[in-house]
């Protein structure tokens, strides 16, 4: 088996060198000139040097249609100095009715009025740093990973340092932006970096880029970037590149349930950020704390293995795709949240376990090789039954064509601690080693991976190999992925996502694409997923076939309606409910068919939807379910998004038949561009919880916030209080 798995990992290797040599459309080009003075930051580019460089314009409309330039164009201008990067932008419109959902920062850019940019300065069409702003003058900032490919790629829970001003005008709104070199990643002294930009408009119902890019790619794909070449120097890293960034937080927290008293406490510590050359950051942490982190969305689950919530945590986000982007989803060695958080099953809130400190050294030691080594030490923690254990993870990709790679992994967790424990669930040590090779041609028409990783724990070896490969072959019209993954029964990543083990599963998903002539519909077409597992020595256990048909429309509708067979061998007995009910009896096959629909409105309307029904067999019963979410935009001061899930599981006797019922409206206020509120209250019946969190966020200066936590956890079924907190902490930005 081991000569095999080694076998499927290099065969594909060899064989894709043929793939990757694909064209692109010729990239555009802007440039930059050096600014002699700086600027008043207002918005307006009434400073003559604006006028100096040639500007990026000429932007292609990418929706509703994608075969010419648009209507209202953009003109973005570039300058620089010897600390700072400036951009300014105009941007043309048929009317000020702007759609802005709030004030908030790093708001996401779909269904409203916005201009983002995109830096690529490593030119490795693989990873930017992106800065956007609407007419109001709000500001996001966020980082791409692995080429823009697909949603999850985007995390805007990145911060960083730098200023920019909006202003309003008759027929146009502009922005000027200013954005220190500590801010940046960057080769030094390079006279050319790649970038892009896209723009949302809802008065003429467009959206557009710099550089062309299909309709059938993401619009924030790294594929398709232009360039900036700087004029009279370039952008050179600073000598002295040191930010500190302490907090002091106090606390209050009670356990009604458990009857103890109410503890007071306090906390202290901080994070340092500290450049090296142009392309390598180093990140310290000593006592973290993510008290103020946005509490996970709950969702009702009725599979039988783990839900994924992503990361959300400042300190593990930037570069964090180097880290976490080895093997698949489903099974991927390392995965951050394993790292100083646990989950609470009564109340399915994520709990802290303290970190006493870390440290992490991430990013670019030549044009071609990304490098990163991460170090945490977390706290012991003897009511969850947790040792104090010691994270290593080291990561190297290098590029191999225009935007292919191979990387290799090393995941080490270890007990430094004096709680001895060699059980499985908490054994001395567990380490992961892997290999992966990133498939990705110059205009993302094909794309694939393959990975061979193994663990290493206590005990003698076993089956503790996976293996992965996935190619996909994306065109204008079709968009088709095969895969497959064998993960053994011994395989053990403790400081990853692998929620199931000993299994070879291997699917196929098409999808025919087409836009038709009527003006009111974008694209539709039909959709097919299909998928198997088989386990050694069973065959062939579960099967999946999903028929789906799907309609975009002009106004940002869109509709579709799935047909899915499923076929399922319980090994064991297991209840879908996770109640107290009866299980369904193991070691016999469940055979049921599902039908859904879906529907979303138009999202630029102050009250938008969306809503999914389905209903059908499941298991040796039936289940019907309706959910969706409701949302009202009282621009620019905040939303009201109502977010719902009910299904009712009807089994035959002695097994579940029940009502499971979530939902959770969220109240986001925002006073002013730097004070935030939001309230969020979650019912979950299935693990019989009412969660409330409340979180007020004041930004006094860049980067530099208070937050005061408020966090409530009830009974569903009496209302009785089962844990109260209360945090409030500060925190500063302090460049050095």
């Known amino acids: 088996m081991r000569s095999l798995l080694l076998v499927l990992f290099l065969l594909p290797v060899s064989l894709w060198a043929q793939f990757d040599a694909a064209t692109a459309d010729l990239p555009p080009s802007a440039t930059a000139t050096r600014f002699t003075e700086t600027i008043q930051l207002d918005g307006r580019l009434d400073e003559a040097q604006w006028t100096n460089s040639q500007p990026a314009t000429n932007f292609w409309e990418t929706f509703p249609a994608d075969t010419g330039r648009v209507s209202d164009q953009t003109e973005i201008y570039f300058g620089f100095d010897d600390r700072n990067l400036y951009i300014g932008a105009k941007c043309y419109v048929q009317g000020q009715d702007f759609v802005v959902p709030s004030l908030r920062r790093d708001y996401r850019a779909g269904g409203n009025d916005n201009l983002t940019f995109v830096l690529n300065p490593f030119k490795d069409k693989t990873n930017a740093i992106v800065f956007g702003m609407n007419p109001l003058g709000v500001t996001r900032e966020a980082l791409i990973y692995n080429g823009g490919e697909n949603g999850s790629d985007f995390r805007e829970e990145w911060d960083n340092k730098w200023r920019g001003q909006s202003y309003i005008g008759e027929g146009f709104y502009s922005m000027e932006l200013i954005i220190p070199y500590t801010s940046l990643r960057f080769p030094d002294g390079d006279t050319q970096w790649y970038f892009n930009a896209y723009r949302f408009d809802t008065q003429s119902n467009t959206r557009s880029t710099w550089h062309r890019i299909p309709q059938n790619q993401m619009i924030m794909s790294l594929a398709y970037m232009g360039t900036i070449d700087f004029i009279g120097g370039a952008p050179q890293a600073q000598g002295k590149n040191l930010t500190v960034i302490p907090y002091l937080s106090g606390n209050f927290s009670r356990d009604y349930q458990e009857g103890t008293p109410s503890d007071w406490g306090g906390n202290i510590g901080g994070d340092a950020k500290v450049g090296i050359g142009s392309g390598l950051n180093l990140d310290l942490t000593v006592n973290p704390d993510f008290s103020q982190v946005e509490v996970d969305e709950q969702v009702i689950n009725t599979s039988r293995f783990e839900i994924f919530f992503p990361e959300r945590r400042q300190f593990f986000l930037e570069n964090a795709d180097l880290f976490g982007s080895f093997g698949f989803s489903r099974t991927n060695p390392f995965f951050s949240r394993r790292i100083g958080v646990t989950r609470d099953t009564t109340t399915g809130e994520g709990l802290q376990n303290p970190i006493y400190f870390g440290a992490r050294l991430s990013g670019k030691a030549n044009d071609d090789l990304r490098v990163g080594l991460l170090n945490m030490q977390a706290q012991d923690n003897f009511d969850q039954g947790l040792p104090s254990y010691n994270y290593t993870v080291g990561a190297v990709q290098q590029r191999v064509g225009t935007r292919s790679s191979i990387g290799g992994i090393i995941v080490n967790k270890q007990n430094f601690g004096e709680f001895a424990d060699t059980s499985e669930v908490n054994a001395n040590f567990n380490r992961v080693i892997g290999f992966d090779y990133n498939l990705v041609t110059s205009n993302n028409r094909w794309t694939g991976k393959t990975f061979l990783h193994r663990s290493f724990s206590e ?73 198997a597992f088989f386990q050694p020595d069973d065959g062939l256990t579960d099967r999946s076939v999903e028929l789906g048909y799907g309609w975009s429309y002009t106004n940002t509708q869109q509709l579709r309606a799935e047909l899915e067979y499923n076929y399922i061998f319980l090994f064991d ?91 959770g409206p969220r109240i986001d206020l925002t006073f002013s561009k730097s004070v935030f509120l939001t309230t969020f209250v979650q019912y979950n019946d299935q693990i019989e919880n009412v969660n409330l969190n409340a979180r007020l966020q004041w930004r006094f200066a860049p980067v530099s916030d208070f937050f005061l936590v408020y966090t409530d956890n009830y009974d569903s079924l009496d209302l009785s209080v089962k844990n109260r907190a209360v945090v409030a902490k500060v925190s500063y930005w302090l460049g050095l």
Do not use: C
Request: aromatic residues 18%; hydrophobic residues 30%.
């Open 459 to 531: 005990g003698e070896d076993g089956d503790d190999y996976v293996h992965g490969f996935n190619l996909e072959y994306n065109v204008r019209n079709w968009n088709v992925d095969y895969d497959h993954a064998y993960v053994g029964e011994d395989y053990n990543a403790e400081v990853g996502f692998v929620p199931r083990k000993g299994f070879f599963t291997t699917g196929l998903t098409a999808r025919r694409i087409d836009y038709p002539t009527n003006p009111n519909v974008v694209e539709k077409g039909p959709s097919i997923n299909a998928r």
């Open 573 to 663: 007995e297991f209840d879908p409910t996770r109640s107290d009910a009866t299980p369904l009896p193991g070691n016999r096959g469940y055979e049921f068919t599902t039908a859904r629909a879906s529907y979303r409105t138009d999202r630029r309307k102050r009250f938008s939807s969306s809503f999914e029904v389905q209903g059908g067999e499941f298991f040796n019963g039936y289940r019907y379910g309706f959910g969706g979410g409701l949302v009202y935009r009282y621009q620019p001061f905040g939303a009201i998004n109502l977010r719902m899930n009910y299904q009712y599981i009807d089994l035959p006797e002695p097994y579940a038949s029940t009502s499971l019922f979530l939902i």
